[in-house]
């Protein structure tokens, strides 16, 4: 697992690509329950016995509540019962777990079996373990409290962050939320896990951190863009002068980790670039971003929806020969999708046996 994080890191840095703040947080969790069992390769010992079957695990209805880090970012209802189950029963205990009280219905719920590719159900799994009579003591009990937090004051609250606020321009605000959750941990998860953070942080690029300034619906934060972007570009007639729009190299920058601002999280001393989509906009066009914010495509900040798409094009490529014909083969299937019916429950299938005398 961590020889593939490293080369996704790796990949990312060459491509000069958008990363997956989803990714980063999964990367974070392993090399805490990693640490916590002392094996790279998988957990051992009586945590993993008892993950493993924790669904066959009493409720403990005295369990302890843990608090740390940030409440969950706030869901109406509608949402929430829309949600996949793995979503609904992570968003569910982990508020949970904060109150000390877990609801009957939620006890009721059967949680999905360990898979290496489904965090949500691994980070699930844990938390009903945390409610439960597991009879860990000493040593097991303090990692398993350990992974716990992080859980509850990191990894929850950054993924729903993230899925909230998906667009792209997010990606450093995201950077400043994570530094801000991770205040909560204990000193021997910030050594474990700031080395990924500081080698992740891609949305820390100074085109990054300017490109959400441009965007930022706060004039203070257009201005302060507008101006590093002057800076970058020097003296010129406003009218005709371009950004400079040839290949650059990719290098995560050092972040500051106390950082509480864009401003804040970078040094702006050295290899400050200009975002790309400004580059072809004169100086002139620039400045208009003073008075309205830069409208650009709504890329999301997380791969999740690409993932998707490479299944499709894998099942496609085995059904078809031709680029045309798995084109197309793709294309009729999402067709159908959107005109096909939703059933939104198992009350709407009888739609489907209902005929006429």
């Not at 403990?60 to 109406?76: A, E, R, S, W, Y």
């Not at 793995?86 to 360990?114: F, M, N, S, T, W």
């Not at 792209?168 to 909560?184: A, E, N, V, Y």
């Not at 010129?236 to 950004?243: C, F, I, K, V, Y």
Request: net charge positive; glycine share 6%; with cysteine.
């Amino acid at each position: 697992m961590k020889e593939i994080g490293e080369d996704f890191e790796k990949k990312c840095r060459e491509e000069g690509s958008i990363s997956c703040i989803l990714f980063d947080g999964r990367i974070d969790m392993t090399n805490v329950i990693m640490e916590a069992e002392g094996s790279e390769q998988s957990y051992m010992g009586k945590i993993k016995e008892e993950h493993y079957s924790v669904a066959n695990l009493d409720i403990n209805p005295n369990f302890n509540c843990i608090c740390v880090g940030p409440p969950l970012i706030k869901l109406p209802d509608e949402v929430i019962q829309d949600l996949s189950t793995d979503q609904h029963y992570g968003y569910k205990i982990v508020c949970a777990v904060r109150e000390g009280v877990l609801p009957a219905k939620l006890a009721l719920l059967e949680i999905g079996p360990v898979n290496h590719s489904r965090w949500l159900t691994t980070a699930n799994r844990f938390l009903r373990l945390w409610v439960s009579k597991h009879g860990l003591r000493g040593k097991n009990l303090k990692n398993l409290q350990l992974i716990v937090e992080f859980i509850i004051g990191v990894y929850y609250p950054c993924w729903f962050n993230a899925k909230v606020k998906h667009c792209w321009i997010k990606g450093p605000r995201h950077i400043l939320f994570q530094l801000d959750c991770l205040k909560s941990q204990k000193k021997e998860v910030l050594d474990l896990v700031m080395p990924t953070v500081r080698r992740s942080a891609w949305y820390a690029h100074s085109e990054m951190l300017i490109q959400a300034l441009l965007c930022s619906e706060d004039q203070k934060d257009r201005i302060n863009g507008v101006e590093k972007i002057l800076t970058i570009r020097g003296e010129g007639d406003p009218n005709s002068q371009l950004g400079d729009s040839s290949v650059r190299m990719r290098k995560t920058p050092e972040i500051n980790t106390e950082a509480t601002s864009i401003n804040d999280l970078i040094s702006w001393s050295d290899g400050v670039l200009e975002p790309p989509l400004t580059c072809s906009l004169s100086t002139l066009e620039v400045k208009g971003f003073i008075n309205s914010p830069m409208k650009v495509p709504n890329w999301p900040c997380h791969t999740q929806s690409i993932e998707r798409v490479v299944k499709m094009v894998t099942e496609a490529s085995a059904k078809y020969y031709s680029q045309e014909k798995r084109d197309g083969a793709i294309r009729a299937q999402e067709a159908s999708r959107r005109l096909m019916a939703k059933n939104d429950s198992k009350q709407d299938l009888f739609n489907l046996i209902k005929y006429r005398k």
